[in-house]
């Protein structure tokens, strides 16, 4: 990898996935302050409509790219209003979208499903748009809580057997390509989509799903808390993400009690927590186990989140 020339510089891509609440955005933004301070220049993309990040940084990040200190760069992706700006395009579409059901593709374009998938569809084009700006060393992304994530990162595939589809089909109808060239991500050339430009637009696809899928650019790390539900619902996004070739590194355990010997309920509950870190360390066994304590104080500033990269250590 050669960081220094910026024509041929790879941009890692770094997901932090789990359920609300764990902790995902804290530790998104503490790894990409880490990162940021070693000198790589660092973008975090947040797709959370709660706009988390800014108040993690204490500061309003928002829909544009900001700046937040050297090297350190965030933006906010907003679902809803990425959907909006989708549904403007699409509205006027959908009618002649039934035309789909005699080409026989209703099964992998759902007419009526395509409301729903909408905003993963919307925040996967901002994504990839990101993506390949090539300016970038790492892009850390904190997700969605994990479920939504999965049909995220899902979308390359589902898009892939559409465009796949397409091109098998040959299709010559240039009103239908028109349609796809509307929905689909890439979207954003005005002249007819041919067969060339079909093919382009697969390769783009596989491009993501090859990035995606490999281990040398893309970490997976997911968070958890030493408690029984958050263990299930980790295995189960794990198995999701085995099925997607999605590789995940590292699991972090946030969020767990220091030792405090003087108080009876706290030393119950931490030997509790210290008992499933165990079952974790059993279920987990394949991947690197981080821990982080949890603070008496919420993770937000600078200083906070200083504090939580500092305080990760392997478990
Ligand atoms: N190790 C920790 N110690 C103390 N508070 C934490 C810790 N990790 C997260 N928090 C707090 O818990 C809340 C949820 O964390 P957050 O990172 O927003 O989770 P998620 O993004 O997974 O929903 C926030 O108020 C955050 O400041
Ligand atoms: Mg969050």
Redesign the pocket.
């Known amino acids: 990898m050669s960081l220094k020339n910026p024509l041929k510089r790879e941009t890692e891509y770094h997901f932090f996935s789990?359920?609300?609440?764990?902790?995902?955005?804290?530790?998104?933004?503490a790894a990409a302050l880490d990162f940021s301070k070693k000198g790589r220049k660092t973008l975090l993309i947040s797709v959370?409509p709660a706009h988390?990040l800014s108040?993690?940084f204490e500061t309003k990040i928002g829909g544009e790219i900001k700046e937040l200190q050297k090297n350190l760069f965030a933006v906010e992706i907003d679902p809803a209003k990425a959907v909006e700006e989708y549904k403007e395009v699409l509205t006027p579409q959908l009618e002649k979208m039934s035309a789909l059901k005699s080409l026989g593709l209703e099964d992998t374009f759902d007419i009526a499903g395509m409301t729903p998938g909408i905003d993963e569809i919307a925040a996967f084009d901002k994504f990839l748009r990101y993506m390949h700006q090539k300016e970038w060393d790492i892009i850390v992304f904190?997700t969605a809580?994990t479920g939504h994530a999965l049909r995220f990162l899902s979308l390359p595939d589902v898009l892939d057997s559409w465009v796949g589809k397409i091109i098998k089909m040959k299709m010559q109808f240039s009103g239908m390509i028109n349609i796809f060239k509307k929905v689909l991500p890439f979207g954003d050339s005005e002249e007819d989509v041919g067969g060339a430009q079909l093919e382009a637009m697969k390769e783009r696809i596989e491009e993501a799903k090859k990035i995606l899928s490999n281990p040398k650019r893309t970490r997976y790390t997911i968070?958890l808390n030493p408690e029984t539900m958050s263990i299930l619902e980790s295995e189960r996004s794990l198995s999701v993400l085995r099925e997607y070739h999605i590789p995940v590194s590292t699991v972090i355990v946030?969020?767990i009690l220091p030792e405090n010997p003087g108080c009876g309920f706290c030393t119950e509950k931490r030997a509790l927590q210290l008992k499933k870190i165990e079952i974790i360390k059993e279920k987990f066994s394949k991947f690197k186990i981080l821990q982080?304590?949890?603070?008496?104080?919420?993770?937000?500033g600078i200083e906070?989140l200083e504090k939580?990269s500092k305080q990760l250590s392997p478990s």
């Open positions: 789990g359920k609300g609440g764990v902790g995902k955005t804290s530790l998104a933004a959370d988390s108040d993690s904190d809580p968070v946030n969020q982080a304590p949890l603070f008496r104080q919420e993770v937000k906070m939580l």
